[in-house]
């Protein structure tokens, strides 16, 4: 799958550094500690072959990050079904906010891919133009679609509430990092963090397996 990009939060909150990782989204998916993963994740990582091990993760993108799983929230978003792009499936991002007492919000569904959509058209009218031609009521069509993003996002303003995580990566194929929320605020404390291993590292791990006969209970990257 091509890189997605990442949501976006606002961490004006002390206790906490998200320095360096992207956010792939939020679940409320509850940890397993006899499995070591998410109890919306019915499959165990023990023997799999390459193609249960693809099937798995997709799963669980679907289930704790993708369109049809994750936390659910009073407002959807609106993508336009006619405006996509293989780095952003859904057609949208979302922009959290992490107050100072640790409290998630998400603020609002952005929608970069109309916005590049518009300005690809923009570009196609002024092709052939000299930059003196061009009629001024184009350079406002520019200038409103660099200010608007070519339309305005939808305004959430939702306080998550309950228990959560958060999904974090340091690349987009990298390992997924899940920082929890009890009662609505984050846990600082990077030790009661959970760590799941990539699919290119799952792979690796398989490979490796049926090479050395060895098992996959190898931990994953922190």
């Known amino acids: 799958m091509t890189a997605q990009m990442s949501d976006e939060i606002d961490n004006q909150c002390d206790e906490v550094n998200f320095d360096g990782l992207s956010l792939h989204g939020v679940t409320r998916g509850e940890w397993d500690p006899n499995d070591g993963q998410f109890s919306v994740l019915s499959t165990t990582l023990s023997d799999m072959s390459l193609e249960e091990l693809h099937n798995y993760r997709m799963n669980e993108w679907k289930q704790l990050g993708g369109p049809d799983g994750g936390y659910k929230f009073s407002i959807s978003p609106t993508p336009s079904e006619d405006v996509i792009s293989s780095d952003l499936w859904r057609g949208y991002t979302c922009q959290y906010r992490l107050s100072p007492e640790g409290e998630l919000y998400l603020e609002k569904y952005v929608y970069p891919l109309e916005g590049r959509s518009l300005l690809l058209e923009f570009f196609g009218k ?8 061009i009629p001024e009521e184009l350079w406002l069509e520019y200038d409103e679609i660099v200010d608007t993003g070519g339309r ?11 228990n959560f995580w958060l999904i974090f990566r340091k690349s987009f194929e990298g390992s997924n990092i899940y920082v929890p929320f009890i009662n ?7 030790n009661e963090w ?3 291993p990539s699919l290119y590292d799952l792979t ?3 490979l490796r397996k049926k090479r050395q006969g060895d098992t996959l209970n190898t931990p994953p990257n922190q």
């Not at 609505?184 to 990077?190: C, H, Q, S, T």
């Open 204 to 206: 690796r791990l398989i």
């Open 194 to 196: 959970k760590y799941i």
């Open 126 to 133: 002024i092709e052939y133009m000299k930059e003196e031609d």
């Open 152 to 162: 305005p996002p939808d305004i959430v303003n939702e306080k998550l509430t309950g």
């Open 184 to 190: 609505g605020k984050v846990v600082p404390d990077r």
